[in-house]
């Protein structure tokens, strides 16, 4: 099976901008979670979708939004860029149980 | 918080030596598993350990977990320079829904 997918790979944005990333998980798994990674922070669960549900999220203001397709393709969107934002942005799809994570190579954002 | 926290930060060890980094949380849990991350990557699940289990081996990977010191441990025995990575345990709570929450991580360094 093909891997977690995520476009892009690199992104320079500017402040105040919006970006959208996009993960396609693992065929046949219905659970995506979103993570951010930065230095400062570590890795910080943003949320997670299941079957287009979102069933948890982390603790990030309301500019960070995201949604899952009925493919179980995942977006998230970030808006009013602020120069803390630049980070790795990954994403994770797991399996019916969703115990394990698999994880995408990750978005690597930069905000100037 | 529910997040673990890993120690020690940094680990450097001569090629052929074993690592052992630990993991210490405070909540219950349902799992415990553990990942490798390459430079700036996405993560690579390495192994996943229930809270009935209190050891458990994957190749060169032991992970052990005592619940009753709410710790786990993971042994990599003959370390190669390619197990140069950052290690992170994941917890996932023992109610719910709950996501899985990373540690901060051990920057694991062998040297060849």
């Known amino acids: 099976k093909a891997g977690v997918t995520q476009t892009p790979r690199y992104l320079i944005k500017t402040r105040g901008q919006q970006v959208t990333l996009s993960c396609s998980p693992i065929s046949g798994h219905r659970s995506v979670s979103w993570y951010q990674q930065t230095p400062g922070q570590g890795l910080q669960f943003l949320f997670e979708?299941?079957?287009?549900?979102?069933?948890n999220k982390g603790n990030f203001p309301g500019r960070f939004s995201g949604r899952q397709f009925s493919n179980s393709r995942s977006e998230m969107n970030v808006s009013t860029l602020e120069l803390g934002d630049s980070a790795l942005y990954l994403c994770?799809?797991?399996?019916?149980?969703?115990?394990?994570?698999?994880f995408g190579p990750g978005t690597r954002l930069l905000v100037l | 918080s529910q997040q673990g926290e890993e120690d020690p930060q940094a680990l450097s060890i001569q090629e052929g030596e074993n690592a052992t980094m630990n993991c210490s949380y405070k909540t219950s849990i349902n799992n415990l598993q553990w990942y490798r991350q390459n430079s700036g990557r996405g993560l690579v699940h390495l192994i996943l350990?229930?809270?009935?289990?209190r050891e458990k081996h994957s190749g060169r990977l032991r992970v052990t977990l005592d619940t009753s010191k709410k710790s786990s441990s993971l042994l990599i025995t003959a370390s190669r320079a390619a197990d140069t990575a950052s290690y992170f345990c994941?917890?996932?709570?023992?109610?719910?829904?709950?996501?899985?929450?990373f540690g901060t991580g051990t920057r694991l360094t062998i040297i060849p």
């Open positions: 979708y299941f079957s287009e549900t979102q069933r």
């Open positions: 994941a917890l996932r709570p023992n109610f719910g829904n709950e996501k899985l929450t």
């Open positions: 350990i229930r809270s009935n289990e």
């Open positions: 994770a799809s797991g399996g019916e149980g969703g115990e394990t994570q698999y």
